[in-house]
């Protein structure tokens, strides 16, 4: 197991050119607080298709690309949510919704940048003793390593709950590269899964990652948007908190857990969500997946 942090990544991970960085004008802040981006590429009028990892692979349009490996978050998608936290750090912060947290942190006077970070490390050594993991999980890492699928990490988090979780859950599973918090720019900048691809020989004839073969998997709006912005594939793990980000223009499918994703893998991932198509209804179609409680 590789976990990655700053000192030892930051050096050589240079975010690809071909991907214009979020600036003043691609982002938002709503009197919500929630940050809304606005698009940087156009989108595909295609959906995001990769073959079947199981039988019907007849049934995909000649050429479709093969699956090379899944990009999972942590909280709120490898285990249960635990959004109580994003408020605690804010109040010890004394910051508001609208400023992130790690754009605060980073923004302080380098004295003292590390005791903010540690007040808010200190908050999830807390909660991590109250995960829980997401319905599906083990089926789906089982089923992933039955097929040989690489298995990578992105996350906001520090890597103490991210071991703890895995230790607690996912004894033997492996997943590599593991890049949590320490590793800069962290989402929603694409670098982090960037770096993923590339560990796992995903390059292009330019040096460049080539995450088109990738699946990145959250619950948030970073989660979609640095996927999207990888060239990566997205799927929403959804629930009635995040159910808005389902119209989100970066999110290509939902699933409402996670072991639904063996059977659209075995027959052929297909986005449904976003890309293009304006006429579909979006907000019902999610509604249907919460109800049902089953993914597209």
């Known amino acids: 197991m590789l976990i990655f942090t700053s000192r030892n990544l930051l050096p050589h991970v240079?975010?690809?050119p071909l991907i214009k960085p979020i600036t003043k004008q691609g982002l938002s802040i709503s009197k919500s607080g929630r940050r809304n981006f606005t698009m940087t590429t156009p989108l595909s009028k295609e959906p995001r298709r990769f073959?079947?990892?199981?039988?019907?692979?007849?049934?995909?349009?000649e050429g479709t690309p093969k699956l090379n490996g899944i990009v999972f978050d942590v909280d709120g998608t490898l285990c249960l949510q635990q959004n109580y936290m994003f408020a605690q750090m804010r109040s010890v912060l004394?910051?508001?919704?609208?400023?992130d947290i790690l754009d605060h942190c980073h923004s302080l006077p380098?004295?003292?940048?590390?005791?903010?970070?540690e007040s808010i490390r200190e908050i999830e050594r807390n909660a991590m003793v109250s995960q829980v993991p997401q319905p599906g999980l083990i089926d789906l890492m089982s089923y992933?390593?039955?097929k040989a699928i690489p298995k990578g990490i992105c996350t906001r988090n520090f890597e103490t709950p991210v071991n703890h979780l895995l230790g607690k859950f996912l004894e033997g599973k492996k997943f590599e590269p593991i890049v949590t918090r320490d590793f800069r720019p962290?989402?929603?900048?694409?670098?982090?899964?960037?770096?993923?691809?590339?560990?796992?020989g995903l390059v292009r004839e330019n040096g460049e990652a080539d995450c088109s073969g990738v699946i990145m998997v959250g619950d948030s709006i970073d989660d979609m948007t640095a996927g999207y912005r990888a060239g990566a594939a997205t799927v929403l793990l959804v629930n009635e908190a995040n159910a808005h980000l389902a119209t989100h223009q970066h999110t290509d499918l939902c699933i409402s857990r996670l072991d639904e994703l063996i059977g659209?893998?075995?027959?052929?991932?297909?986005g449904r969500i976003g890309q293009g198509d304006e006429g579909s209804?979006?907000?019902?179609?999610?509604?249907?997946?919460l109800k049902a409680g089953k993914g597209e």
């Not at 073959?51 to 349009?61: C, I, R, T, V, Y």
């Not at 004394?94 to 400023?99: A, E, F, R, W």
């Not at 380098?110 to 970070?117: N, W, Y």
Request: glycine fraction near 12%; charge should be negative; avoid cysteine.
């Open 14 to 16: 240079k975010p690809s």
């Open 51 to 61: 073959a079947p990892l199981g039988d019907g692979g007849d049934k995909m349009p």
């Open 94 to 99: 004394g910051i508001t919704k609208s400023t």
């Open 110 to 117: 380098i004295p003292e940048q590390e005791s903010a970070l």
């Open 144 to 146: 992933l390593e039955s």
């Open 186 to 200: 962290p989402k929603p900048d694409p670098a982090g899964i960037q770096h993923i691809a590339k560990s796992w």
């Open 264 to 270: 659209i893998l075995e027959k052929g991932f297909v």
């Open 281 to 289: 209804d979006l907000k019902g179609r999610v509604e249907d997946v």
